[in-house]
């Protein structure tokens, strides 16, 4: 008996950890847009669907981790977009629409995809896939650098 429940403990334990795991949702872009010109830092938006092995991949090792890590909080803001969802979400103008058009609207069209954005919902940046497991991490982090430029001299710009 006392093996039985040592092993409901542990199996309710994995369970919580793979919860912990999970990737913000997508809810109000438009509360998100007004972090980006407070903080000065872009949206990173992953869109994926729920069988795709390399979205679990990215997902699990990237960017649930980075999620957890002040120092990616301070760079980006991490959003997830189911694309097969019909959940309503608000989009950059306030409008209800739901992740599967709010894919739609990006034409993303292969997963997983990760695209950077400002706050107008702009492409700073983007990853189509995963073109490498080993140098995601660090192609990620380029494509986060060169957005960040991309955003601050958006936000800089005069007329």
Not at 10 to 19: D, G, K, M, P
Not at 42 to 65: A, N, Q, R, T, W
Not at 70 to 76: A, T, V
Request: net charge negative; proline share 4%.
């Amino acid at each position: 008996m006392i093996r039985y429940s040592l092993l409901l403990l542990l199996l309710f334990t994995n369970v919580s950890i793979a919860e912990e795991l999970t990737l913000p949702a997508a809810k109000d872009f438009l509360m998100d847009s007004q972090k980006v010109w407070k903080q000065k830092i872009p949206i990173l938006i992953m869109f994926s669907i729920p069988d795709c092995g390399y979205c679990k991949i990215i997902k699990e090792e990237v960017l649930s981790p980075m999620a957890t890590m002040d120092e990616y909080n301070k760079k980006i803001i991490i959003r997830h977009i189911n694309a097969d969802s019909f959940d309503e979400i608000n989009n950059f103008y306030n409008e209800e629409v739901s992740h599967n058009e709010f894919t739609f609207k990006y034409a993303v069209n292969f997963f997983p995809t990760v695209i950077l954005v400002d706050n107008y919902g702009a492409t700073l940046g983007k990853i189509i896939g995963v073109p490498s497991e080993e140098l995601y991490w660090t192609d990620l982090d380029e494509v986060i650098e060169k957005s960040t430029k991309k955003l601050h001299q958006r936000m800089s710009a005069t007329l």
